[in-house]
């Protein structure tokens, strides 16, 4: 949620703000707002409610003065509603502060009720504003930015990531972060600050992840970091690996159909590496096989899709290393005192690295002595850093707010894991192991068979069913999360009431549902390596159409059993069971798209959600 960027150099900043805000607009916001120290030292400052287009329109009609030193900010609304007021930035100090914020400042009233003492008087409903008035407050005794800054952050509780700047200190910005995200990129003779690489990556791949609870200045010719008590800090480098270009268009009609199409890659990029000779080492876990052939549970960590993949990923981890694996939601998992020993490993997945809920179950198991082990698709996130290791997918940077390409990276890299795991353990077959190795690598082609054959008439179906109001999907085994996904593919993006269930569950309550018309999705196993789950999944198509529904089978090449009892058959590439979730979500996530489409609906940011969902 929210988006961040700071810069200081020689170039003027309006331009870069702007930019680097339009970079961020996947993360989800309601108001975007920049500030500006200009050439004369004066601060001008704008911000509007809206997309980022109307304080664009603002600027061209009433630009701000130039200036070499500026901020930005896009907001999610928390405290206040989207109003211009409540946008960010926010002034304090007879308007000479600047500050933007991320989080939730969680003892705001505490500290406004006694800013109000004092006198102080607010334009907003913000809790950053409350973090501003207090900054400026403490500037005015002391006249130092960076040490009013740093008497601040410690009486805050929360999670934030705070920006400010002061007009009687060009060429200085000031960061800190607490439970929320802050990356810094380094320039020539200029640098940025930003809630991720995607604010400045047009502009330099070099960055420094912040750690937890430190504060970063960064001025055109240097940065300096330090923690809350102002102590200096070591930072870790590193080197973004896409450029700009992998986060545009390009000529698609949305980024959610770009990203589509990028799923074969995602796969094979995220496979790369990582197989050597038909067998699976993962660089990243060197030094841990000890530790990994010991285990006696593993605990999936996750939320919305990413828990799907946990779930898909479940079924390998079992059969591959023979440990038994429970999946949870991270924002239920620390709520209910779980059991947790050294032996267990504590997996989560959260494809930005920054997922509130997914923090705090992270940094929950390693208090409790579990190892922790992060997949994750974005360099220098937080929970990674919070983690004992870390398996990177490799999906590039994924903009719209609905996932798919990052939740077929993630199924892989839990394959991999199960099979480096089996391995290590001594729990998988060789000659298994191998067969597996070779499925994964024929999946990116599949995925593009599908795609390449498929997609046009999935996007024919969707705009057909346009008026559709409510659709179900079912599934067994490793369909069964497949169908929960597609269902929530199709909330997220068409707003119609969705569900997927078990199929084995329809005859326990929801065939009640089922009424002519009802489209159903029907994620059909193969009959070659699941033959007696096939039939039973045939069944359950005969008793829905029996009631009158329509029936959308997903199947593979030449099952001929479907025929007679679906509707419409969708086909996927023949392939062993374990690997037909990879290749049966892809119409799901096509279809998801195209309906929402063909309802005029905008794919890449919808109503009411984030890309990144940085408060609890």
């Excluded at 996530?589 to 890309?611: C, S, T, W, Y």
Aim: a negative charge.
């Amino acid at each position: 949620m929210c988006g961040i960027i700071g810069y200081v150099g020689p170039r003027q900043s309006q331009d870069i703000l702007l930019a680097g805000l339009a970079r961020l607009e996947y993360r989800g916001y309601d108001s975007a707002g920049i500030a500006v120290i200009d050439g004369d030292g004066g601060l001008g400052m704008r911000k509007r409610a809206g997309k980022l287009s109307v304080l664009r329109d603002d600027l061209a009609s009433t630009p701000l003065a130039d200036g070499t030193t500026g901020i930005g900010h896009t907001r999610w609304a928390t405290h206040g509603g989207p109003t211009d007021a409540n946008a960010h930035p926010h002034l304090a100090d007879d308007d000479k502060l600047a500050v933007i914020h991320n989080g939730i400042i969680e003892n705001f009233a505490e500290l406004k009720s006694e800013l109000m003492g004092e006198g102080v008087t607010f334009r907003s409903e913000t809790d950053t504003e409350v973090a501003a008035a207090m900054i400026g407050r403490e500037y005015a005794r002391t006249g130092d930015l960076v040490s009013a800054f740093r008497a601040v952050v410690s009486r805050l509780d929360g999670a934030y990531t705070l920006l400010a700047m002061h007009k009687d200190h060009p060429g200085l910005v000031v960061g800190a972060r607490r439970n929320s995200p802050l990356v810094i990129g380094l320039g020539e003779g200029e640098n940025f600050l930003g809630s991720d690489v995607a604010a400045f990556v047009e502009h330099t791949r070099k960055a420094l992840a912040i750690g937890q609870d430190e504060i970063v200045a960064i001025t055109p010719g240097g940065v300096e970091v330090t923690d809350f008590s102002g102590a200096p800090v070591e930072v870790e480098a590193f080197e973004v690996t896409w450029d700009a270009s992998a986060a545009e268009k390009g000529g698609w009609s949305s980024f959610m159909a770009k990203e589509v199409s990028e799923e074969p890659e995602a796969v094979a990029n995220t496979l790369r590496g990582r197989i050597h000779e038909g067998r699976v080492e993962i660089p990243e876990l060197d030094g841990m096989d000890e530790f990994l052939a010991d285990i006696d549970r593993i605990l999936v960590i996750a939320c919305g899709t990413a828990a799907y993949a946990g779930m898909v990923g479940k079924y390998a981890l079992e059969t591959w290393t023979r440990v038994p694996v429970d999946v949870e939601l991270a924002h239920e998992f620390r709520y209910r005192d779980p059991v947790l020993s050294p032996r267990t490993l504590v997996v989560s997945i959260s494809q930005s690295g920054e997922t509130m809920d997914t923090l705090m179950a992270v940094k929950y198991a390693r208090a409790r002595g579990a190892k922790t082990l992060s997949i994750c698709n974005t360099q220098g996130a937080t929970i990674p850093r919070e983690s004992d290791a870390i398996v990177y997918t490799h999906a590039g940077p994924e903009v719209a707010v609905a996932s798919t390409k990052a939740f077929v990276a993630q199924i892989t890299a839990l394959y991999l894991l199960a099979l480096h795991v089996g391995r290590v353990r001594g729990a998988v077959d060789p000659v298994a192991a191998v067969e597996a190795v070779t499925e994964l690598e024929a999946v990116p082609g599949k995925i593009a068979r599908v795609l390449e054959t498929e997609q046009t008439r999935i996007e024919q179906l969707a705009h057909w069913m346009a008026d559709t109001r409510s659709v179900l999907f079912l599934g067994r085994n490793v369909g069964y999360p497949i169908a929960l996904e597609g269902a929530l593919k199709l909330k997220e993006l068409a707003y119609i009431h969705a569900e997927g269930f078990a199929a084995g569950e329809l005859k326990h309550g929801p065939i009640a549902l089922i009424e002519p018309g009802q489209p159903v999705f029907v994620v059909v196993p193969s009959p070659r390596g699941s033959g007696e789950m096939h039939k039973k999944v045939v069944s359950n198509i005969e008793e829905i159409r029996a009631r009158g529904a329509r029936v959308i089978a997903i199947a593979e090449e030449g099952d001929v059993a479907v025929l007679p009892a679906a509707d419409e058959v969708l086909r996927i590439p023949l392939a062993a069971p374990m690997f037909e979730p990879l290749l049966a979500v892809v119409p799901l996530h096509i279809f998801a798209m195209g309906l929402a489409e063909a309802k005029g609906l905008d794919v890449d940011q919808p109503r009411n959600l984030a890309k990144s969902v940085t408060v609890e």
